[in-house]
């Protein structure tokens, strides 16, 4: 089956500790996000990549890093610099070049991570 | 002003109501348009576009007005499985890529 899959679902970690989220694709997309989503909020994009060994930083990337070193994977890293970590965390992909109808821009989400920091 | 604004809700409604949800966005510039659909605790999935002129599928319809910055979304004869949140999704192209800005979502509970 084709898919995005993300893991783990439950992640616990204690304060000033980087985690590393991972997220995997078989769809062939060359386009890769993650957000972040709050209660109550909208989801907020930390990271994208259009290709292979290029990424661009979102809205809210202070405190987060990634790589995207093959197609398939862009692990996100939390680091201890990022003061309010806590949140459910969206990773996305889409393919690239295709252009016209809209439907062609829908980004597939994978299940997301819940983070949790103590 | 946010990009996209919408229907704080939430919407309660019986079985076989009518519903509609609306959303505003401030670029002018954006390009396409969704609705998208997140259960409680899970990933958003796409339910549809918008077209300019208007689309339906099956219960659902949405409809845009550009001149306006004003997109919708109407469910028709409500189903107990249609409780969720609707996120309205604005798309832009710009020249790093496509960005899609997500709304906060509207919470519908459809009840027996």
């Known amino acids: 089956d084709g898919g995005i899959t993300q893991s783990p679902k439950y992640l616990f970690r204690k304060e000033g500790q980087n985690v590393t989220l991972s997220c995997e694709q078989n769809?062939?997309?060359?386009?890769m996000y993650w957000y972040r989503q709050d209660p109550g909020q909208g989801l907020r994009l930390i990271y994208y990549?259009?290709?292979?060994?290029?990424?661009q930083k979102g809205d809210i990337a202070e405190g987060y890093s990634v790589s995207r070193e093959k197609k398939e994977s862009f692990p996100l890293t939390v680091t201890s610099a990022q003061k309010n970590p806590t949140a459910f965390y969206l990773c996305?992909?889409?393919?690239?070049?295709?252009?016209?109808?809209?439907?062609?821009?829908?980004?597939?989400f994978g299940p997301g991570t819940r983070l949790t920091v103590l | 002003r946010k990009e996209v604004e919408q229907d704080p809700g939430p919407f309660n409604v019986p079985e076989g109501a009518t519903v509609a949800f609306n959303c505003t966005y401030s670029?002018?510039?954006?390009?396409?348009f969704f609705w998208y659909r997140q259960d409680c605790r899970k990933e958003p999935k796409l339910l549809m576009s918008?077209?300019?002129s208007g689309n339906e599928d099956g219960r659902f319809t949405a409809q845009l007005n550009r001149a306006s910055q004003y997109i919708s979304l109407l469910i028709r004869d409500s189903k107990l499985s249609d409780s969720a949140t609707y996120l309205c999704?604005?798309?832009?192209?710009?020249?790093?890529?496509?960005?899609?800005?997500f709304g906060t979502g509207t919470r519908l509970a459809v009840r027996p």
């Open positions: 996305a992909s889409r393919p690239q070049g295709a252009s016209g109808r809209a439907r062609y821009n829908e980004q597939f």
């Open positions: 769809l062939n997309h060359d386009a």
């Open positions: 990549s259009q290709i292979v060994n290029d990424f």
């Open positions: 670029n002018s510039a954006s390009q396409s």
């Open positions: 918008v077209y300019s």
């Open positions: 999704v604005v798309n832009e192209k710009k020249s790093s890529g496509d960005k899609l800005t």
